[in-house]
């Protein structure tokens, strides 16, 4: 019996034993289970803030980005108005130093007739003495001839005296009419300045683009600057390809065909043949249709239609900001108002300066100047021969044979010169200011140069001792032909070296 017992009390206890760790390790799976469910839980909140916290970050970014921007097109707007503000001065400044210089040649001329008529005067007290003495000696007859002599004499000087101021008063009254006609005609054209410029940034989705432009050993980009004619430059700006060439039709073909190919995303060397294709009849269509825009805002009829082509080809051309196109149509516009205001035909006037720069958009299959280039174009396209010498002679290369040839000339200064129509960065303006001053330091017996009234004029001092008066006069020559042959600048400038000599003295 106590054998039976411990028997079963060994079996209970064995199968309570095998019951509890049957359930502990079902517990055990169950918190495994529970805990890795947890843990995924975790991992997916985590992940959740992680990507809100990128978000705000990304955001936060945009946001300084923005902000960066917004401070830097301020700052850009600031210094375009600083630069205004010193060129308004700078041209206050060169309005003073003209009327001051007007007012010291005044003050000489007056100090000059002061002294003459003070000589005078003395020589005339002096013949007066003279003939004193010598009338006690004179019988009639020579005292008359001596009276009629003297009249003759001081008629004549009177005579002189008022041709001369005929003359001043006609060549003044000349220059208030040319300044009332140029004036009502510039009053009468409004034009807001052009600021645009070609683009030759393209714009990319995805660093990716850049490989697949490129291709496999650079197939594609060889291709493409092939077809084109431009050099592609792919660096590491993000998302941005630079098209660099110096013909902008060329450029701007570039871009379209390459903006094309990005949004089509098929790109190898025959469907890159093909989007260039395709965009260089587009811009034939838009240069043709630009060049007839021009035409009929002008209202100018029987133009060849190559030279219509060629005239829209300068959309795409710029002088220091300035559209050439914009540019022709605003030269004709400026040339008829001045033609109508001195009673010539207005017509003719329009037609010269619409096509005066017309051989800027020539390639280089001619050689010469853009003048001689557009004109010797226009003239086997059928054109006058005044409105071809108004083309040649706008720059003064060849001489102006006719008014209208200095109606054009006159028509391009203003339009290139009047406030805004050329702009440029004041870093750049900063430059062509240091480098005329420094091309004028280099010449042999310059002592100081100054660049004034925005660029437009040069005033060299040189040393007496070193430089004569005609060596002074070869050195304006010279840096003019430098200056001519080195630098690039809108308008002209005007050349002035001067020479003196100053001597003093102090009294104890």
């Known amino acids: 019996?106590?054998?039976?017992?411990?028997?079963?009390?060994?079996?209970?206890g064995t199968?309570?034993?095998?019951?509890?760790?049957?359930?502990?390790?079902?517990?055990?799976?169950?918190?495994?289970?529970?805990?890795?469910?947890?843990?995924?839980?975790?991992?997916r909140e985590a992940a959740v803030a992680a990507e809100e916290i990128k978000q705000k970050a990304e955001a936060e970014i945009q946001e300084r980005r923005a902000e960066a921007n917004r401070e830097f097109?301020?700052?850009?707007?600031?210094?375009?108005?600083?630069?205004?503000?010193?060129?308004?001065?700078?041209?206050?400044?060169?309005?003073?130093?003209?009327?001051?210089e007007q007012?010291?040649?005044?003050?000489?001329?007056?100090?000059?007739?002061?002294?003459?008529?003070?000589?005078?005067?003395?020589?005339?007290s002096k013949s007066v003495r003279q003939r004193l003495e010598g009338v006690a000696h004179m019988d009639g007859e020579e005292i008359k001839k001596a009276l009629r002599e003297e009249v003759m004499i001081e008629c004549q000087d009177e005579l002189r005296l008022l041709r001369h101021e005929t003359l001043?008063?006609?060549?003044?009254?000349?220059?208030?009419?040319?300044?009332?006609?140029?004036?009502?005609?510039?009053?009468r054209l409004s034009s807001k300045p052009n600021n645009d410029i070609t683009a030759t940034i393209v714009h990319l989705p995805s660093e990716d683009?850049?490989?697949?432009?490129?291709?496999?050993?650079?197939?594609?980009?060889?291709?493409?600057?092939?077809a084109t004619g431009v050099t592609l430059l792919i660096d590491e700006s993000p998302q941005l390809v630079l098209i660099s060439s110096f013909d902008p039709v060329r450029r701007e073909v570039a871009r379209v065909?390459?903006?094309?190919?990005?949004?089509?995303?098929?790109?190898?060397?025959?469907?890159?043949?093909?989007?260039v294709k395709r965009a260089q009849e587009e811009i034939d269509l838009t240069t043709e249709q630009a060049g007839e825009a021009a035409v009929q805002k002008l209202g100018v009829n029987g133009l060849h239609h190559e030279v219509i082509k060629l005239l829209g080809r300068l959309k795409y051309r710029f002088s220091y900001t300035q559209n050439v196109l914009d540019h022709s149509v605003e030269v004709g516009f400026l040339a008829s108002m001045l033609a109508s205001e001195l009673g010539l035909d207005p017509n003719l006037a329009k037609r010269a300066g619409l096509l005066h720069d017309i051989g800027k958009g020539i390639e280089g299959e001619y050689e010469g100047s853009h003048a001689h280039i557009g004109a010797e174009f226009i003239k086997r396209h059928g054109e006058t021969g005044i409105v071809v010498n108004a083309v040649a002679a706008h720059h003064e290369e060849v001489k102006p044979e006719t008014v209208y040839a200095g109606l054009v000339i006159l028509a391009d200064t203003v339009s290139a010169v009047r406030p805004g129509a050329r702009a440029e960065s004041m870093t750049s303006y900063l430059q062509r200011l240091e480098r005329l001053e420094k091309l004028a330091l280099t010449l042999e017996g310059v002592q100081q140069a100054f660049a004034i009234q925005a660029g437009r004029e040069i005033r060299v001092v040189v040393s007496p001792q070193q430089v004569t008066d005609d060596r002074a006069r070869e050195i304006a020559k010279e840096l003019r032909r430098r200056i001519e042959e080195e630098l690039q600048y809108p308008s002209t400038i005007k050349i002035t070296v001067i020479r003196e000599s100053r001597f003093t003295e102090t009294a104890t």
Do not use: C, Y
């Not at 019996?1 to 209970?12: F, K």
């Not at 000489?108 to 000589?119: I, P």
């Open 1 to 12: 019996m106590d054998w039976s017992l411990a028997v079963a009390l060994v079996l209970g």
């Open 15 to 43: 199968l309570g034993f095998i019951v509890v760790w049957g359930l502990t390790r079902q517990a055990r799976r169950v918190a495994r289970v529970q805990a890795s469910e947890l843990m995924g839980v975790a991992r």
């Open 73 to 100: 097109d301020r700052r850009e707007i600031e210094a375009d108005l600083k630069l205004r503000e010193m060129r308004s001065h700078e041209e206050s400044l060169a309005l003073l130093d003209f009327q001051f």
């Open 103 to 124: 007012k010291q040649e005044k003050l000489a001329r007056e100090n000059a007739a002061v002294k003459q008529a003070r000589d005078a005067i003395r020589a005339l």
């Open 168 to 187: 001043e008063r006609s060549e003044q009254d000349l220059q208030n009419e040319a300044k009332r006609i140029l004036i009502a005609a510039m009053q």
């Open 209 to 226: 683009m850049k490989g697949r432009i490129i291709g496999r050993e650079g197939r594609n980009i060889k291709a493409f600057e092939a």
């Open 257 to 275: 065909a390459l903006e094309a190919l990005v949004k089509d995303g098929r790109i190898h060397p025959a469907t890159i043949e093909e989007f």
